[in-house]
């Protein structure tokens, strides 16, 4: 089936010329964040708030009441949260990593670890400047990227309990499940494995959040994937699966359909609720806005609801699933099955000679820059940084490059052009170069390090 929308404006893109990419990649010192994006031909560093919104959500925009407190937006936004997820309390924060700062700070005590299936960047970062510790709990079947399986983020349920066990549930913060499991390579939670996180969070009176930032698609998959749940709605298997936690932070950028925006969710907590809203104050705004302007929760309210169209999602997923099969005919070793927002390139096996403390991931990167245009960006060892007491470097599981498609932007001759570009990157593969590290910050490194080729 084609898109369930039609193309009413476009935005022009352009092609400079190899001298001119190789020109700029050098003055960005090879990080791809460093770029200008008038620089860039196809964009796929991220599906985060690089959307396009749709028609009804830009006359949104107009009708947006930029009230201080109180606003309509608000409430409206408050009304459309309330009948989706279920949870009786929202604040709406300026983006994801605002709710992490804001939550964890109220959750985390020095020494606490968060465990989940596998913490993305910011989660990391947020969880570690709380002085807490994040532990990965993923299923092991999500490190072999050559091996499909239906529920690849799924938590590893006798190591999540054997983790509480042996550590005492004291040390234990609260357990968070990414859906879907962006750094496994999108790959969606199931419902009976939230479930089943629930039942050991019950048993041991812990917390369980979710970090629900591709909410939809998890639920996509779960009714397409999981038996008993083809016939239910994406909207009722949604309130099912938030059901199960006692709350959950969202960067509403990506399933939001929105440029910007965030939010805390809680599901009767009323205690809780009433700590995040004093703590929202200094560091986001009141909360009856939480650092957006009216006119971006009117839009993020309208977005909610039209991303549970099944149409819609069904698109979606399927231009990802279309890349990753041109990719796969290709003979690029891909993470599989496909996920719900990107393809995952499987640097590691694409570039073996380049060890990873040489970042294949970001070598693939700078090369597709070069032969095509286009940005993606590494999930590996660069991303995940030194160890917090020895500064060594550490070794990711898996040396990624994401392939990120924004929502509703690109089409699928767009995929066919960066499946085309990657295939004759394989052809010259042995001659590629690893890339070190000259500077970089201690926080978050990949977003601004310098490096060179090695």
Known sequence: MPEPYKIKMVEPIRLIPPDERR??????????????????????????????????????????????????????????????????YMVPVHQGRGAENVLFSLLIKPGQMVVGNMHFDTTKAHIELKGGLPVNCVVRDA????????????????????????????????????????????????????????????????????DAARFAENAYFIKNREEGYGDKSI???????????????????????????????????????????????????????????????????????EVVDESYLRARIGQVEYLGGRLLSAGIPIQQPVGGHAVFVDAGKFLPHIPYDQFPGQALAIELYLEAGVRAVEIGSFLLGRDLVSGTQLKSPLELLRLTIPRRVYTNNHMDYVAEALANIRQRRDGIRGVRITEEPKVLRHFTAKLELV
């Not at 994006?37 to 964009?43: M, S």
């Not at 930029?66 to 279920?86: D, K, P, T």
């Not at 006798?158 to 004291?170: A, M, Q, S, V």
């Open 23 to 88: 020109r700029k990649l050098f003055d960005a010192h090879y990080n791809l964040f460093a770029l200008r994006a008038e620089d860039v031909f196809i964009d796929l560093l991220t599906d985060s708030g690089t959307g396009a919104m749709s028609d009804c959500q830009w006359a949104g925009i107009m009708c947006g009441d930029e009230a201080y407190a109180g606003s309509r937006s608000y409430y409206n936004l408050e009304s459309v949260c309330r009948e989706i997820f279920g949870h009786r």
């Open 143 to 210: 490190y072999n990227t050559s091996v499909s399986g239906l529920f690849k983020g799924n938590v590893d349920i006798d190591r999540l309990e054997r983790l509480i066990t042996e550590n005492g549930p004291e040390k234990i913060a609260f357990i968070l499940i990414t859906v879907t499991c962006n750094s496994v390579g999108g790959q969606p939670v199931s419902m009976a494995n939230i479930r089943e996180v629930r039942r050991v969070a019950e048993k041991y009176n812990l917390r369980l959040f979710l």
């Open 235 to 305: 909207t009722e298997i949604v309130r099912e699966m938030f059901s199960l936690a006692d709350g959950f932070t969202m960067s509403a950028k990506k399933d939001g359909l929105v440029n910007i925006g965030g939010l805390i969710g809680i599901k009767e907590d009323r205690e809780l609720y009433n700590q995040v809203r004093a703590a929202m104050v200094p560091i986001e705004g009141f909360p009856t806005y939480g650092g957006l302007a009216g006119r971006d929760m009117e839009a993020l309210a309208r977005g909610l609801r």
